[in-house]
Nanobody
Framework: QVQLVESGGDLVQVGGSLRLSCVASGNIFSINTMGWYRQAPGKQRELVAT???????NYADSVKGRFTISRGIAKNTVYLQMNNLKPDDTAVYYC??????????????WGQGTQVTVSS
């Protein structure tokens, strides 16, 4: 059993900043890629940013230069620093992790989501 718990979502004004956090816990042997996705009302879930265990990152074009993804020292935590927020960034943000579970295999896990609302 693996759980991902996100935090940090809030209501913020245009141009503001937020930092999202996600902690993975449970029967974890290792975690490869962790990432953030978002889903706005009426839209499909989309990739925001990912980071591998080695530190390689990937960003959606819409957030490049404004968002930064990072991993904690313990590698079971992922952060998303969001600067210069825009109304289009309003969405539920989900944490994702590719986890090697002890004694079994590799599985994909999702958090419950955290709401980010950017007001203009």
């Amino acid at each position: 059993q693996v759980q991902l718990v996100e935090s940090g979502g809030d209501l913020v004004q245009v141009g503001g900043s937020l930092r999202l956090s996600c902690v993975a816990s449970g029967n974890i042997f290792s975690i490869n890629t962790m990432g953030w996705y978002r889903q706005a009302p009426g839209k499909q879930r989309e990739l925001v940013a990912t980071i591998t265990s080695g530190g390689s990152t990937n960003y959606a074009d819409s957030v490049k230069g404004r968002f930064t993804i990072s991993r904690g020292i313990a590698k079971n935590t992922v952060y998303l620093q969001m600067n210069n927020l825009k109304p289009d960034d309003t969405a539920v943000y989900y944490c994702n992790a590719a986890v090697q579970v002890r004694g079994t295999g590799a599985y994909d896990y999702w958090g419950q989501g955290t709401q980010v609302t950017v007001s203009s």
